[in-house]
């Protein structure tokens, strides 16, 4: 019986925790019933960072609603992927209930936030008490801010005694090089105050340009770093979020569709994640078994990692290859990556953030914080970069077209993908029947 959370049957939920271990019974139940139910084309979908269980059910519901009118004849299951990120609750979500996606944005952590803070981060309570408390009084002095910043650096165990030692590189920049200090982001690493008052700059461009900036020169200038400090936060669960994603990506749903194959070998399987999700199925493919070539087709929403993951040689950097480089090669049909030009999370913030410590240019110094895409873009803002045989096309081209049956394929899905507020701008915006039609096309499903 399909959850009742989700309006699409037979549906099954698998829910992985932050080492990429999947509840047993969720997993047997699925192994045990794929086959009896008839199922030939499994889709399976992975949730973003800013998620919690409620609000990646109800996307999910929404987002697979369309594709049994869609694919009639189809003998289509559905799989909702449960990892253990978390939700900023000031971060908008169109089309979600205000008890879903509040509204508001500014300094001070709301309550739902602090909560999901303190469910990310077990045994931290003190650290965000001390880190909200400092974002709700604003206190004075660029001191108050690195102290901002090291309470920061402790909540997401960066220690700058030994930079690389929490994040590897190949969770910051995707370039396949984990060990130098410089893949770890400034962000963390450098004047703590500096990049408070770049975050903010940041946030102000995108939400307004001219008339936001009006704004901003009546404002006191600490009380825009702190706008910025708010976001460095968010940032800084992002990071972790996104290391925590490849790790249940490669250790927990790559496994776990090997399995899928030696029981259910007549099942194709239909990768698909929004954001950190993409990330997730990415990884996916790197944990496969040798040999399982079920996965029939991997679609990206909005993609939160490194354009240039898939690069066979960075331009920036032509000794190094991406961290995923050739696992395209492990999907037995397409890698299809939709993007937008909308997505605010992506085109602004992330670059921005994704700035190793050998990059001292500000955002000043660059005019626009957007400038900084081309070496530290996302697939979510402007598709796979450095991909050789790449094909792109627009959303209704796509649609029109018949997909390549293999290979990397870029769609702009910007006359769709354009909704949504500050500070992530349409980062969330997909469910939309044309990318469900999208996740048919990619995997040949009729």
């Not at 800013?50 to 990646?56: E, I, L, W, Y």
């Not at 936030?113 to 604003?138: E, K, N, S, V």
């Not at 108050?144 to 030692?165: D, K, N, S, T, W």
């Not at 690493?189 to 102000?204: P, Q, S, V």
Request: net charge neutral.
């Amino acid at each position: 019986m399909a959850d009742p959370e989700v309006g699409v049957t037979p549906y099954w939920e698998l829910t992985f925790d932050a080492d990429g271990d999947v509840d047993a019974r969720q997993r047997d139940r699925l192994l045990r019933e794929v086959v009896d139910r008839g199922v030939k084309d499994l889709v399976v979908f992975a949730h973003g960072w800013n998620n919690d269980r409620p609000t990646a059910t109800r996307l999910y519901s929404r987002f697979f609603e369309p594709l049994p009118a869609l694919a009639p004849n189809a003998r289509l299951g559905y799989v909702g992927v449960l990892w253990p990120s978390m939700r900023f609750t000031d971060e908008p979500i169109p089309d979600f209930a205000r008890s879903v996606a509040a509204v508001s944005v500014g300094p001070a952590l709301d309550k739902g936030t602090r909560g999901a803070l303190l469910t990310a981060f077990p045994g931290r309570a003190t650290l965000i008490d001390q880190l909200a408390r400092m974002l709700d009084q604003q206190p004075e002095g660029d001191a108050a801010l690195e102290e901002y910043g090291r309470l920061v650096r402790l909540l997401v165990e960066l220690r700058p005694e030994a930079p690389g030692a929490a994040f590897a590189a190949d969770t910051l920049t995707d370039s396949g090089t984990p060990s130098a200090t410089p893949n770890d982001p400034r962000m963390f690493l450098g004047d703590t105050a500096r990049t408070c008052r770049e975050f903010a700059r940041a946030l102000a461009e995108d939400a307004g340009a001219e008339s936001a900036e009006e704004g901003a020169r009546a404002a006191p200038r600490l009380a825009r770093a702190w706008d910025g400090a708010h976001e460095l936060l968010r940032q800084a669960a992002y990071f972790a979020m996104k290391r925590r994603a490849g790790t249940v990506g490669e250790r927990g749903l790559g496994r776990l569709v090997g399995r899928l194959a030696q029981t259910a070998p007549g099942v194709r399987v239909h990768l698909v994640g929004h954001s950190f999700g993409g990330r997730l199925v990415s990884f996916a493919l790197r944990g496969l078994p040798k040999g399982v070539r079920t996965v029939k087709s991997v679609t990206l929403l909005q993609a939160a990692f490194s354009h240039y993951a898939f690069s066979g040689r960075l331009p920036h950097d032509v000794r190094h290859s991406g961290v995923l480089h050739g696992q395209q090669d492990r999907i037995d049909g397409p890698l299809v990556c939709c993007f937008s030009r909308f997505d605010s999370a992506l085109g602004t913030v992330y670059p921005l953030a994704s700035r190793t410590a050998d990059d001292d240019r500000t955002a000043a110094d660059l005019a626009l914080p957007r400038l900084l895409g081309p070496r530290w873009g996302a697939l979510g803002h402007d598709g796979l970069q450095a991909v050789s045989g790449t094909r792109t096309f627009t959303l209704a081209d796509a649609l029109r077209a018949r997909l390549p049956a293999s290979g990397c394929v870029n769609i702009d899905a910007s006359a769709v993908v354009r909704r949504g507020g500050a500070p992530a701008g349409a980062h969330s915006d997909i469910c939309h029947r044309e990318l469900a039609q999208v996740v048919l096309a990619a995997g040949r499903i009729r």
